[in-house]
């Protein structure tokens, strides 16, 4: 432990270790995993089932933000993606700011943080 105020007197480069650790995963990490790609999985049939002409982008958004935090140490991994129509091919489109229309497509691009492990899910939908 360094003193107050003073500056480390070495660089370590940590990349083997980490290289390592994102190799390696025991039994438990693999647990928080499958938590995490469940609450995103849950999050996103919340979200297709309130999906209907009408609604707007943010909607669904918030269906799927309300999944998120309703699991216990859950939240967003990163800022969700509700695209639809012409929106559903914008590369990382995140204004969520149009209304469905019957026809459209939707693209979905959410997941969740659980305990420090992401999940990540991409579903485009009519």
């Known amino acids: ?5 003073t500056a480390p ?7 083997a270790l ?3 650790m994102r190799l390696r995963k025991d039994s438990a990490e693999i647990d928080v ?6 609450i995103s999985t849950d999050a996103h049939r919340r979200a297709m089932r ?6 707007g982008e943010f909607a669904i958004e918030a269906e799927l ?5 309703r699991k216990w140490r859950s939240a967003p991994a990163y800022t969700p993606i509700v695209a639809s129509g012409a929106h559903a091919c914008v590369l990382h489109y995140v ?13 979905i691009d959410a997941g969740c943080e659980f305990d420090g492990y992401a999940s990540d899910i991409t579903r485009t939908f009519l």
Do not use: S
């Open 65 to 69: 933000m309300h999944e998120f935090r």
């Open 18 to 20: 980490l290289d390592e």
């Open 33 to 38: 995993m499958r938590r995490a790609a469940r």
């Open 1 to 5: 432990m360094r003193a107050r105020g």
């Open 95 to 107: 204004e969520n700011a149009d209304v469905l229309r019957d026809g459209d497509l939707i693209l």
């Open 9 to 15: 007197q070495a660089i370590n480069d940590v990349h």
């Open 50 to 55: 309130a999906t209907k002409p009408g609604i």
